[in-house]
T-cell receptor
Framework: DQQVKQNSPSLSVQEGRISILNCDYT??????FLWYKKYPAEGPTFLIS?????DKNEDGRFTVFLNKSAKHLSLHIVPSQPGDSAVYFC????????????FGPGTSLSVIP | DTEVTQTPKHLVMGMTNKKSLKCEQH?????MYWYKQKAKKPPELMFV???????INESVPSRFSPECPNSSLLNLHLHALQPEDSALYLC??????????FGEGSWLTVV
């Protein structure tokens, strides 16, 4: 029973264009959402997060949008750079237990020079 | 500074061995975590310690035994593992229980 879904296993984008990574969740108790980036043979690196009281959070080239009614969030990377090529994990935690961070299956992003 | 240090980076152990994975953070974070990640899969939560007390155990088999000696250290004791336990074991910490910061991981191979 996958509570956090990332339906695109992979995505290819041209350098300089926008990358849009999508995430859907099923648990209405999820209250806090995060995006992580992972290179092979390394631990996940925190990128950006958003609380359910917001619908947008921006940090440099990274913007996360949250649509609570649709239980959907997306990560926008603009402009995309070759160094952004990695696996991106969407994650969420419920208000009842913020320690219980649950990860989606990941989307592998390739940015083509 | 969000550094979480894990040792060893690689570990090969037999099914009858006893070994330990170690994790350290000096950021004063109140929560520490163990996750397990298999190839092409997401990290799976195993254990959470909050203020040095075990707060979450995700029904992990008893051949995995966590220990939190103090607020900076987290160990994972391994005994009688199976080959299917081979994976990347990730330690993480969090100041407030929402954003968690991972270490580089320990690659475990059970032979």
């Amino acid at each position: 029973d996958q509570q956090v879904k990332q339906n695109s296993p992979s995505l290819s984008v041209q350098e300089g264009r926008i990358s849009i990574l999508n995430c859907d969740y099923t648990n209405s108790m999820f209250d806090y959402f995060l995006w992580y980036k992972k290179y092979p043979a390394e631990g996940p690196t925190f990128l950006i997060s958003i609380s359910s009281i917001k619908d947008k959070n921006e940090d440099g080239r990274f913007t996360v949008f949250l649509n609570k009614s649709a239980k959907h969030l997306s990560l926008h990377i603009v402009p995309s750079q070759p160094g952004d090529s990695a696996v991106y994990f969407c994650a969420a935690s419920p208000k009842t237990s913020y320690d219980k961070v649950i990860f989606g299956p990941g989307t592998s992003l390739s940015v083509i020079p | 500074d969000t550094e979480v240090t894990q040792t060893p980076k690689h570990l090969v152990m037999g099914m009858t061995n006893k070994k330990s994975l170690k994790c350290e953070q000096h950021m004063g974070h109140r929560a520490m975590y163990w996750y397990k990640q298999k190839a092409k899969k997401p990290p799976e939560l195993m254990f959470v310690y909050s203020y040095e007390k075990l707060s979450i155990n995700e029904s992990v088999p008893s051949r995995f035994s966590p220990e939190c000696p103090n607020s900076s250290l987290l160990n994972l004791h391994l005994h009688a593992l199976q080959p299917e336990d081979s994976a990347l074991y990730l330690c993480a910490s969090s100041p407030e229980g929402q954003t968690i910061y991972f270490g580089e991981g320990s690659w475990l191979t059970v032979v």
